[in-house]
């Protein structure tokens, strides 16, 4: 059985291509889904792709991932710098976490500069723009020992 991944993806990722573009590029929130079912197909990986804007349902969907999936990649987006509930919620998956980010959030703002879920996630991916979500799909299939 392959094993199935779930990419989560927090406020405002809908509009990739639309927002910010000098931040997060103009690949569309669709496209980007696409190129991340590719990969993991290509990688025998089942894949989720999630996205929410209210922070209740991203931990329904945390929460709910923890008996069906494997492995997690989540973009938490501006609720990485805020939620304690996210946090929690990522705490109680026990399986392989990547915190993952379009932009280097160390380079911005200063609010963006902590993370509240980086020290309770495996790894994380920042900086690399929509490429990131390419390599921590690689990542994941290594972590979960699905080299083929
Ligand atoms: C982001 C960085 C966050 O600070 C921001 O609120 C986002 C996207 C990123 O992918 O670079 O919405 O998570």
Sequence with gaps: MNNKIIIINGPNLN??????????????????????????QELKLEVVFAQSNVEGELVNIIQDSRNNSDGMIINAAAFTHT??????????????????HISNIYKREEFRQKSLISDIVTGGIFGLGTDGYILAIISMQKLLGNEN
Excluded: H, W
């Design 83 to 100: 939620s304690v509930a996210i946090r929690d919620a990522l705490n109680i998956y026990k399986k392989p976490i990547i915190e993952l």
């Design 15 to 40: 509009l990739l291509g639309e927002r910010e573009q000098s931040q997060y590029g103009s690949m569309t929130f669709d496209k980007l889904k696409e190129m991340c079912k590719k990969k993991s």
